[in-house]
């Protein structure tokens, strides 16, 4: 799975849980979950669709390193390999 | 005969039009089971029936805008058979006392045979006939208003028209800014509010999360949220002044604590469903009931008992938020419980200086109803309750 289909799958899962967003409008270098409004609840959902869809584990101790955009795209990306 | 009444949908909220009905006369109906989906400002709310039945008459049909109190369905008694000591009282009381239902004719047919059999029974006008044949609609689905049931004409057109649409996302966060404004102005017109704060140490609750949530698969991971309503709802039971409901000039206590939670949506506007029996339910049962509630109201889909029975409200500022609210007590509730995003603090345990997860939570109390007193013991211990979270 390259990049960009990594991304694609970030952006159809983030659009469940926040349709309104605009994933071309979002600074990838700057924390994510500011811009788009995810509360803990919103971000677990973001957990468990990315393992529905990918099946990928994200242990919460990994959560930390998700902080960005650009942050969860080369963690999925890495996991996938 | 027994009248079922579109039943209270929260304080602020004192009509709903009925989307569409669950059930037909002739049903069997269980106490909670869903009869009707009624339209409000916050929802479309799937309305429970509060006994068990056999429907008789639906009384409205879909699209009428009533007020709550209005009649919506006549319910005949109960048809569990009657057994034991109530057999007994039963076959002593006079004559006019309801008889058990005759036991249902056995069903030689398969199913399919069977509501075949029952159409060429019912009466059906031939321009209803025809005109169901033409719309390709299924005759056995359509109730007759006619003459002994017989379907008509009208019928038919009825069960062809499209299905009623809930109101749209601009309509409804309009009527929703609408409700929110008269019970927040009433909360503030009539609820002497008092104001309390404590600071939540929460390192043992964010280590136990952390150590049981590293073995847990991720579609079962609990989040804090979980933790502080369980212990707001043990502190509730403890302190019942901050739970019930404040009435005709006089608190009415409630025994069972139904947390209500302040749910933002992401278009605007609040939502507080119960999260009923909280005091009564796991730490996990309240996970999984939390994230159903969230996914429920931000998809406009709500039970009718989720929004009036509330015992007290949380609002939980979650990680993303500040650290303090000043809630807003939603009447006829007495109490609402703030709970702020966890920072890094510096604290201080015996001689020693740690740097350790602190949040602050607050209460909103009717002073009508308690004193700060009271109200600071119910803070004190929802903050020792999260010291021992394995415990909740």
Redesign the interface.
């Given at each position: 799975m390259d990049a960009s289909e990594v991304r694609t799958s970030i952006a159809e899962v983030l659009a469940t849980i926040?349709?309104?967003v605009d994933l071309a409008a979002i600074d990838a270098a700057a924390p994510l979950?500011?811009q788009i409004?995810?509360?803990?609840?919103d971000f677990?959902n973001l957990?468990?669709g990315l393992?529905?869809r990918l099946h990928i584990?994200?242990?919460?101790?990994d959560y930390a390193r998700l902080v960005t955009l650009d942050d969860l795209m080369s963690y999925v990306g890495a996991k996938l390999q | 005969m027994i009248e079922f009444k579109l039943p209270s949908l929260g304080a602020d909220m004192d009509r709903g039009r009925l989307l569409e009905w669950r059930i037909k006369p002739g049903d069997a109906v269980k106490r909670g089971d869903v009869v009707a989906v009624v339209d409000t400002s916050k929802a479309a709310i799937d309305v429970e029936i509060w006994q068990d039945g056999i429907v008789d008459a639906l009384l409205l049909q879909p699209g009428d805008d009533v007020p709550v109190g209005t009649p919506m369905l006549t319910l005949l008694g109960a048809a569990v058979p009657i057994t034991g000591a109530a057999e007994v009282r039963a076959s002593s009381a006079p004559a006019t006392a309801a008889a058990p239902p005759p036991p249902s004719p056995p069903r030689p047919f398969a199913s399919s045979a069977a509501a075949a059999a029952s159409d060429h029974r019912r009466r059906i006008s031939p321009a209803a006939r025809k005109r169901a044949e033409e719309l390709g609609i299924a005759l056995e689905r359509v109730s007759g208003t006619g003459p002994d049931g017989a379907v008509t004409l009208e019928d038919v057109q009825r069960a062809a028209a499209p299905k009623l649409q809930a109101a749209t996302l601009e309509e409804r966060l309009s009527a929703m800014r609408q409700t929110i404004a008269a019970a927040m102005a009433r909360s503030k017109r009539e609820i002497p509010h008092y104001y309390l704060a404590t600071q939540v140490p929460l390192e043992r609750a964010t280590e136990w999360m952390l150590r049981v949530n590293a073995e847990r698969p991720v579609t079962a991971r609990i989040l804090l949220a979980a933790l502080v309503i369980k212990a707001a709802a043990l502190a509730a039971r403890r302190y019942p002044e901050v739970n019930g409901f404040y009435r005709d000039g006089a608190f009415h206590p409630s025994p069972d604590v139904n947390v209500g939670i302040a749910i933002s949506l992401r278009q605007g506007g609040l939502v507080a469903p119960g999260l009923l029996a909280a005091d009564t339910k796991s730490v996990d049962e309240i996970m999984a009931s939390l994230s159903d509630l969230v996914k429920r109201t931000r998809a406009f889909s709500l039970r009718a008992s989720e929004l009036s029975q509330p015992t007290l409200t949380l609002t939980n500022l979650g990680d993303q938020g500040v650290e303090l609210v000043h809630g807003v007590i939603y009447p006829p509730q007495v109490a609402l419980i703030g709970f702020g995003k966890p920072t890094r603090q510096a604290w201080v345990e015996g001689n020693a200086l740690r740097l350790i997860p602190v949040a602050t939570a607050t209460l909103a109390a009717d002073h009508r109803v308690s004193d700060g007193h009271r109200g600071a013991l119910f803070l004190a211990h929802l903050r020792d309750l999260l010291q021992a979270p394995e415990k909740l």
């Open positions: 926040a349709p309104e979950r500011d409004d995810l509360d803990s609840m677990l957990i468990v393992h529905e584990d994200i242990p919460e101790s | -």
